[in-house]
């Protein structure tokens, strides 16, 4: 990884011959953004949704500059292309730039962009039919930070959930708002089955408002697939038939168990292959339209 090509504020160096300022506002205070997209054949699954996402946030951090959708469009695929990748996996991250040691954000100068590129690293079919564990940790999403609508550099909740939820044997944390409302995973958004109905926590209770979690709720809608975006108690889990987990790497990935009881007696449920298989479809058919 430390020898591809990365993408700094407009020049392709080496990763291992890259450095920014430490005066930095992403790396003394965290104050920067990101997202994570999955290339297919080369090309960037829903970018413009990406890029709208980014934007929305900067704007929310009150920015007063920001790199165009071309500019970041461009800056991704001269690194896809340096690096020769069609399947892959690539990370941008926008920081507030180079400013003075105190926390003003004032200071600052132009935003520091950097774009990563890296093979995507596949989990195969036995994973997903397998499905991963939850474990819901201790750590809340706080509904009065305008931050839980934000992909933020600042990523110190989502370490120390993953790190609890590890430490519990969980692939994944499932977090909890501060009214004890569930509200999302770590690296995720998550859905759950009911008597044949699709729930997930809607964007008020604390989530970072996922890309492939709204294809998703279009997907069940055309399959004719009631679907329910609302508040939701973590009782309500111990209900559900099915549990799925999604994100731009990920997919639709099954959830077999939670806090160490198994859901659908350990497998994956119906609805949640069907999803899946839906999905890949969508992809297909993206990539038919967006080659023409």
């Not at 946030?57 to 292309?81: F, H, M, N, R, V």
């Not at 990748?85 to 200071?107: F, K, M, N, Y």
């Not at 600042?154 to 044997?169: F, H, P, R, T």
């Amino acid at each position: 990884m430390h020898n591809s090509w990365i993408y700094l504020n407009g020049k392709l160096i080496l990763g291992n011959e890259a450095s920014i300022s430490p005066y930095d506002h992403g790396f003394l205070y965290g104050h920067g953004l990101f997202e994570t997209m999955r290339v297919y054949k080369g090309r960037v699954f829903y970018f413009a949704e990406h890029v709208k996402r980014l934007h929305a946030g900067i704007k929310i951090l009150g920015w007063s500059s920001c790199p165009s959708a071309d500019e970041l469009s461009k800056a991704i695929y001269q690194t896809l292309q340096k690096n020769d990748l069609q399947e892959a996996t690539v990370r941008l991250t926008i920081s507030r730039g180079t400013g003075a040691s105190r926390p003003d954000p004032a200071t600052c100068g132009s935003p520091t962009v950097i774009v990563f590129a890296a093979p995507i690293q596949l989990l195969g079919d036995d994973a997903y039919e397998r499905g991963w564990s939850l474990a819901t940790v201790n750590i809340r999403r706080n509904l009065t930070s305008p931050l839980c609508a934000v992909k933020a550099a600042n990523y110190l909740d989502n370490i120390v959930a993953k790190s609890e939820a590890k430490a519990k044997g969980a692939n994944e944390a499932l977090l909890l708002n501060n009214i004890d409302q569930v509200a999302e995973g770590t690296m995720c958004n998550l859905f759950f089955v009911v008597e044949g109905r699709l729930i997930t926590p809607d964007k008020k209770s604390g989530l970072l408002p996922g890309i492939t979690r709204d294809i998703v709720l279009e997907l069940a809608r055309q399959a004719g697939i009631t679907t329910e975006e609302r508040q939701v108690s973590p009782d309500e889990l111990l209900r559900a038939s099915e549990i799925f987990i999604t994100s731009s790497l990920l997919e639709i990935m099954a959830v077999t168990t939670l806090d160490g009881r198994k859901v659908n007696q350990g497998r994956r449920g119906k609805m949640t292959a069907f999803l899946r298989r839906q999905y890949q479809k969508h992809i297909q058919e993206w990539l038919s339209i967006i080659r023409v």
